[in-house]
């Protein structure tokens, strides 16, 4: 939502300003792939998948599917911050907390980035298994919760905490069906039925 408001109060509230931002996410997605790609060593390849990303997007079509093509540039960067941490033989606390942190800003388009966060989170604690898993691990979720905990900030201190944590964290649980409440306007205390 935060992109969207953001790209409509620059270019205003239209069909093209959201295509618009499609477009470069897309674009910035196949970038992020390209270059993950060549820093692995495999430059020709690399030209192929940053190439043909734009084209195998258009399956989703932007309609049913346009949280995707906003989300990808997050996942992608992501993945490739945690192959960067990957080659190195001790962990690179910066290139985890880089990864924590993008996919901590793919959460904030949408929630189910959660389970990429745990296959990233699985991996880094396979790879770095004998080299401080543990501190591994923290170093990584605080920078996936650094973005949630920026949003919500903004939102506590222009006074509407309450609305987005019932908004966002659950409306998410109820669409999964877990049916919970609030208990007072915090958004702190909530009641599971």
Not at 18 to 23: A, R
Not at 36 to 54: D, H, K, T
Not at 62 to 85: E, Q, R, Y
Request: proline share 3%; hydrophobic share 55%; aromatic share 12%.
């Amino acid at each position: 939502f935060g992109l969207f408001a953001a790209s409509q109060a620059v270019f205003g509230a239209s069909l093209g300003t959201i295509k618009g931002l499609e477009i470069v996410c897309t674009i910035w997605a196949a970038l992020a792939l390209q270059r993950a790609m060549e820093r692995a060593g495999a430059y020709g390849v690399s030209l192929w998948a940053g190439g043909l990303f734009p084209l195998l997007s258009l399956a989703q079509a932007g309609t049913d599917s346009a949280n995707a093509l906003l989300l990808s540039p997050f996942i992608i960067s992501a993945f490739s911050a945690m192959s960067d941490a990957a080659t190195r033989d001790r962990p690179p606390w910066k290139q985890l907390f880089l990864a924590g942190r993008w996919i901590g800003l793919a959460g904030m388009v949408k929630q189910t980035a959660a389970f990429e966060a745990v296959g990233l989170a699985g991996f880094m604690l396979w790879r770095f298994r004998h080299e401080k898993p543990l501190q591994t691990l923290l170093i990584f979720v605080a920078g996936a919760l650094l973005p949630a905990l920026l949003f919500g900030a903004c939102f506590a201190a222009m006074g509407h905490f309450g609305d987005a944590f019932g908004a966002v964290v659950l409306g998410a649980f109820n669409r999964g069906g877990l049916k919970i409440s609030l208990m007072d306007d915090s958004g702190l205390f909530w009641i599971v039925h």
